[in-house]
């Protein structure tokens, strides 16, 4: 944070903004007019805490900072959860606290902080769900994480399916119940706020049309676009019509062309889990609110340096990852945190194959992918024990 001035750009911007307004009382809102493009989660917890500190860059750093640091002690918790030992477990939030990608979005004012709190949270809700309030727990911080990230339901469900797996979740189809009862108690007041604000039925946010044009249209190269370039149509409609339209659009090209469809999905997932370069460049963004080529000042020799790490850092976490899955299944050991860390892996896989690849959106697995690092290390632990 003192080393390299990073300021919000674009969507992060626009975050910064829209806390800003709601701090000042005017609701989340674009001059004035009601949205809900991004989901609320992320800038209403930031306008939150600016209504306690003021509107401020530096306060918003602080507070990423402070989710960064309960990312890394969630994760050690997490492992604990998962039936990891002491040693493991400090290894896996030892490896969370120095992955380069989770250092730089330390002070990128990205949703992705918050998300992955919340996403360790439910995942150690989930594991103490022996009871209706465990459940009902669960549920809460499932929608919670939902207002952040709406995909958060796709993570709830498939943790749970994984739990029941191992049979390390007796509650089964009521447990699913509950849980899903519980996210449905956060997440539908604002759904009710969508609709009186916008006069439609909005669950979340208004932005899935658009990110499903960005990944279905042709000509894409795997990662982010901007959909008033690929579709001039859905310029000039509302946010709810956009919406519909850029959707509409986006099944269209997966009917004319389904197999493009499969055969941009490589391409996805190298931006999402092989690319690596997002976190630096969003890092050395120096101006507030004005997208720039970063590196190009006296920063360039530590940007370029810093980049390379996270390619190294990122690809090589993904790697041991990987291993200490194999490891771990090689031993015939059903480790539950491999279970889960696939689990996560595979879920945003098949995200990014429907809509489009990003580093960010890989950035939630990193606890998970220490995890299963933690995983393969007590397996190979425990069989020198045994030997």
Not at 41 to 53: E, K, R, V, Y
Not at 92 to 119: C, D, H, N, Q, R
Request: glycine share 12%; charged share 15%; aromatic share 10%.
């Amino acid at each position: 944070m003192t080393l390299v001035d990073t300021q919000p750009v674009t969507d992060f911007a626009w975050y910064f903004q829209r806390a800003a307004g709601i701090a000042g009382g005017a609701g989340y809102s674009v001059d004035g007019v009601p949205t809900a493009y991004w989901p609320v989660g992320w800038p209403g917890l930031l306008g939150g805490f600016f209504a306690l500190t003021g509107p401020s860059v530096l306060a918003a750093k602080l507070l990423t900072l402070v989710l960064g640091v309960l990312a890394v002690g969630l994760t050690y918790w997490t492992a604990r959860r998962l039936g990891l030992s002491r040693l493991p477990s400090n290894l896996a939030a030892t490896l969370v606290a120095l992955s380069p990608a989770m250092v730089a979005y330390s002070s990128i004012l990205a949703s992705e902080s918050l998300a992955i709190v919340l996403a360790l949270l439910g995942v150690c809700a989930l594991t103490s769900s022996r009871s209706e309030t465990g459940l009902i727990v669960a549920g809460l911080v499932c929608g919670a994480g939902m207002l952040v990230r709406p995909q958060a339901l796709a993570y709830s469900l498939a943790t749970m399916a994984v739990l029941v797996l191992y049979r390390e979740w007796p509650a089964r189809t009521r447990g699913v119940a509950v849980v899903l009862l519980g996210a449905a108690l956060v997440v539908s007041p604002w759904t009710a706020r969508n609709y009186a604000a916008l006069s439609a039925f909005v669950p979340v946010s208004t932005n899935g049309g658009d990110n499903l044009l960005i990944g279905q249209a042709p000509g894409g190269t795997g990662g982010y676009r901007d959909p008033r370039l690929i579709e001039p149509r859905i310029n000039g409609l509302g946010e709810v019509e956009r919406d519909r339209a850029a959707g509409r659009i986006a099944l269209f090209y997966v009917r004319q062309d389904p197999v493009r469809a499969i055969r941009a999905w490589p391409a996805k997932l190298f931006e999402t889990f092989l690319k690596h370069t997002d976190a630096a460049y969003w890092a050395f963004q120096t101006e507030f609110d004005r997208l720039m080529v970063p590196g190009m000042g006296a920063d360039k020799a530590r940007y370029l340096v810093f980049r390379r790490t996270c390619t190294i850092g990122g690809n090589g976490l993904l790697a041991l990852a990987l291993l200490g899955a194999a490891v771990s299944l090689a031993r015939k050991e059903k480790a539950l945190a491999v279970g889960v860390g696939l689990a996560w892996l595979g879920v945003t896989a098949a995200l990014v194959g429907v809509f489009f690849g990003n580093g960010r959106f890989g950035l939630v697995t990193v606890p998970f992918q220490a995890l299963m690092i933690a995983a393969g290390v007590q397996s190979l632990r425990v069989g020198r024990q045994s030997s």
